[in-house]
């Protein structure tokens, strides 16, 4: 089995609170398009006067404190839609029943992981994957912090309404 090259993205963030999630999406979108790589993102708090990103720090306290997996729980969708904020409370309503509450509620894909669990979790072979599910599943010490998840940056969401029930589904029963 071939080793995986890696590419480390890094980039500084100073008074970027606007932009730090843009920037995380399009990453995300980037590394799952290439496959054959790991790559990994260290965004560079530079000393901001805003919240660039203010949730960052709050996550490393809880991973020096021992946590292993740290994870946004959104208590707050600005911006969404009533039907994206109905579909969302019915997936995690019927994930929690299906899977006896082993999808955490309002989990955010946003988190901090210690590099065991990033390896454990990149190690299974999963064709569907279901980050949030995953995450949970492999066992380590976990917490979640509420969060409120603003509105998007720009243009419009990809996420239709037949592919979040696909990837909910998909969800669902890879970890019911």
Same mark, same amino acid.
């Given at each position: 089995m071939a080793v995986k090259?890696?590419?480390?993205?890094?980039?500084?963030?100073?008074?970027? !609170?606007?932009?730090? /999630?843009e920037l995380a999406k399009r990453l995300a979108v980037v590394f799952d398009s290439q496959p054959a790589y790991d790559f990994e993102a260290v965004i560079i708090e530079n000393g901001s006067t805003d919240d660039t990103p203010e949730f960052i720090p709050e996550m490393i306290r809880k991973w020096e404190g021992g946590y292993e997996n740290v994870y946004g729980v959104v208590t707050e969708r600005r911006g969404t839609g009533p039907? *994206?904020?109905?579909n969302s409370r019915l997936f995690y309503w019927l994930a929690g029943r299906l899977?006896?509450?082993?999808?955490? @509620?309002?989990?955010?894909?946003? *988190?901090? &992981? /210690? =590099? @065991?669990?990033?390896?454990?979790? *990149?190690?299974? /072979?999963?064709?569907? =994957?279901?980050? *949030? +599910?995953?995450?949970?599943?492999? +066992?380590? @010490? !976990?917490?979640?912090?509420?969060? &409120?998840?603003?509105?998007?940056?720009?243009?419009?969401? @990809?996420?239709? !309404?037949?592919? &979040?029930? /696909?990837?909910?589904?998909? +969800?669902?029963?890879?970890? !019911?």
């Open positions: 090259k890696k590419i480390a993205v890094i980039t500084p963030a100073y008074n970027e !609170s606007e932009c730090v /999630d039907i *994206r904020t109905m899977t006896s509450d082993r999808i955490t @509620k309002n989990a955010s894909d946003f *988190r901090l &992981v /210690d =590099r @065991k669990v990033y390896d454990t979790v *990149r190690s299974m /072979d999963e064709r569907n =994957r279901f980050v *949030r +599910g995953l995450f949970s599943w492999v +066992g380590f @010490k !976990s917490i979640g912090l509420p969060m &409120v998840r603003p509105p998007r940056f720009a243009g419009e969401s @990809k996420a239709y !309404s037949f592919g &979040v029930i /696909d990837l909910a589904f998909k +969800g669902i029963f890879a970890h !019911s």
